[in-house]
């Protein structure tokens, strides 16, 4: 019986690292890809809100 209990806490404690290791590697590309993104953030706030503003004054202005 004490073989069962020990095969189910093994199960656990391998679905514990696994979810662990999906973490760290999350993290590590979110690291790793902070400038990629940050520059992201930048470009679409300047060129597509300015872009999209225009469209929409250009619809209220024709009506």
């Given at each position: ?16 690292l696994l979810f662990g290791g999906i973490i760290v590697i999350a993290i590590v590309a ?34």
């Amino acid at each position: 019986m004490k073989i069962i209990m020990d095969e189910k806490a093994q199960g656990s404690a391998e679905l514990i690292l696994l979810f662990g290791g999906i973490i760290v590697i999350a993290i590590v590309a979110v690291v790793y890809y902070k400038n990629y993104v940050k520059g992201l953030g930048n470009e679409i706030n300047s060129n597509d809100v300015k872009n999209l503003t225009k469209a929409i004054n250009g619809l209220k202005n024709k009506f």
